[in-house]
């Protein structure tokens, strides 16, 4: 019940190393349930998965400002105190943690690695050997 997803931590790789986000405070990510900006959400325990927004690409127009196609925008549901990026560069590896809790289970955490190179193809076949998350 009542079931929240945020990201609890975002460095950045540079120079070899992880560094963190400064300022950063964990911020809620929204649940993929077709209305924007659902923060809390009830899972059913069934086959159907429920799934939450990490971020989206959108692909580069003519009509476009010039940097606006090469990030990863982040599905918060909103920013709070601190700094919360409103999307991660391309070309630049990033680190995160997604802590899942809830009303009446214990909460969970995993991180993962985030890599997009900044092109874009059409083909969603060819588009994921652009883009690479992992579980870390």
């Not at 127009?61 to 940097?67: A, L, R």
Request: net charge neutral; proline share 4%; with cysteine.
């Amino acid at each position: 019940r009542l079931c929240e997803v945020f990201i609890a931590e975002l460095r950045e790789l540079k120079d070899k190393k992880w560094h963190g986000t400064e300022y950063f405070q964990q911020v809620p990510l929204q649940w993929d349930q077709g209305k924007p900006g659902i923060q809390y959400t009830n899972i059913n325990p069934s086959p159907v998965r429920t799934l939450c927004d990490i971020g989206h690409i959108v692909k580069k127009t003519d009509k476009m400002f010039e940097n606006e196609g090469d990030s990863f925008f982040l599905s918060q549901v909103y920013t709070i105190g601190g700094y919360q990026p409103q999307h991660l560069d391309s070309n630049k590896k990033y680190e995160f943690k997604i802590i899942v809790s809830a009303e009446n289970a214990k909460a969970i955490s995993q991180k993962f690695e985030l890599y997009w190179t900044g092109k874009w193809k059409d083909d969603s076949v060819e588009m994921f050997r652009e883009i690479v998350i992992k579980r870390v």
